[in-house]
């Protein structure tokens, strides 16, 4: 069970901060060999963070030795009530530039609380001191990451730094999500109007739709899933893609399968049609966007494929 702070001894706080100031140091660590391969320039600012967090454990471990000998008791940030519960770092890659930079604002302000109320609770007059300069070096620590920033991640560098982050946002989201939604557009295509045309029932072509979508999204997501772990090809999670290439599937088949809810099947059918030249410009967009793909040719490559496999279902479906 979690202790009240208050409640913790002069001895306590100390080892206490100990732990906090391995952890951080730690974190800071993951942080830049989680960043050092795409963004060199900012993982080295969190390596000099992590410098001075070491440097502060070696302060307290000192100053606790030199009062409470030399067994520091194991005082984790979980067993005192008042912290702010951290995912761990290991369980949210890739890491994000600006989440991880947001993470560290967050440590260094709760860390400086801590040694503000700390010194306030301690008699000793050494330790309190100690305690207020860790406090006043946690406030500064802001400034020291805006320095650290301005020395390593010049203008340039960001421009780089960006570069790489949309890059691993449009291999690990984009392109699944991309494949998931044209697969969906497209391929339900046919089967949708077939049944339309084929038993003139918007009932009968709204189930096909949804059988097909949902079917087809199922497919995608363990196809995609399965593909590849994206160890060497840096694309991410296969859970991750798997489910943004499934709902993009689902999502491109439902699209012009909706319509179908109407019961006048002439209506729904003209509904339908407009849908799916929507979503086949929604896709060139996409690939304008992010596959720097010139729109013209993004929107023949789509409109032609998908205005064969239309034309096929309705062939199929007026046989």
């Given at each position: 069970m979690?202790?009240?702070?208050?409640?913790l001894s002069e001895q306590e706080i100390l080892a206490l901060a100990i732990s906090l100031e391995e952890t951080d140091a730690r974190i800071y660590a993951d942080f830049a060999a989680g960043l050092k391969a795409h963004y060199p320039a900012t993982a080295?600012?969190?390596?000099?963070?992590?410098?001075?967090?070491?440097?502060?454990?070696?302060?307290?471990?000192?100053?606790?030795?030199?009062r409470f000998g030399e067994h520091i008791p194991l005082i984790?940030?979980?067993?005192?009530?008042?912290?702010?519960?951290?995912?761990?770092?290991?369980?949210?890659?890739p890491l994000g530039l600006k989440a991880v930079r947001r993470q560290a604002e967050i440590m260094e302000t709760e860390t400086r609380r801590f040694y503000e109320r700390a010194?306030?609770?301690?008699s000793d007059v050494s330790t309190?001191?100690?305690?207020?300069?860790?406090?006043?070096?946690?406030?500064?620590?802001?400034?020291?990451?805006e320095n650290l920033q301005h020395q390593y991640v010049t203008p340039e560098v960001e421009v780089q730094e960006e570069k790489a982050h949309r890059r691993l946002f449009v291999l690990q989201i984009v392109q699944p999500g991309l494949a998931g939604l044209m697969d969906g557009s497209?391929?339900?295509?046919?089967?949708?109007?077939?049944?339309?045309?084929?038993?003139?029932?918007?009932h009968a072509a709204l189930l096909?739709?949804?059988?097909?979508?949902?079917?087809?999204?199922?497919?995608?997501?363990?196809?995609?899933?399965?593909?590849d772990d994206g160890s060497l090809t840096g694309r991410g999670k296969p859970l991750l893609r798997g489910i943004v290439c499934g709902l993009m599937t689902t999502a491109g088949g439902i699209g012009h399968t909706l319509p179908y809810v109407i019961p006048e099947f002439r209506t729904a059918t003209a509904i339908a049609v407009v849908v799916v030249a929507i979503e086949l410009l929604v896709i060139s967009w996409i690939r304008k966007r992010?596959?720097?793909?010139?729109?013209?040719?993004?929107?023949?490559q789509v409109i032609v494929g998908g205005v064969l496999v239309f034309l096929v279902g309705i062939w199929i479906g007026s046989s």
């Open positions: 979690a202790k009240n702070f208050k409640d080295q600012v969190f390596e000099e963070m992590e410098d001075e967090e070491d440097e502060h454990r070696r302060k307290l471990i000192e100053e606790y030795c030199r984790r940030r979980e067993d005192v009530k008042g912290f702010v519960h951290r995912k761990p770092v290991w369980l949210t890659r010194a306030n609770k301690v309190r001191k100690l305690l207020g300069d860790l406090a006043e070096a946690e406030r500064k620590h802001v400034t020291l990451a497209v391929s339900t295509l046919a089967p949708v109007f077939a049944a339309a045309f084929a038993t003139h029932s918007s096909v739709g949804l059988a097909a979508s949902v079917g087809a999204g199922i497919s995608m997501a363990f196809a995609e899933a399965a593909s992010y596959m720097d793909t010139p729109f013209l040719r993004a929107a023949f």
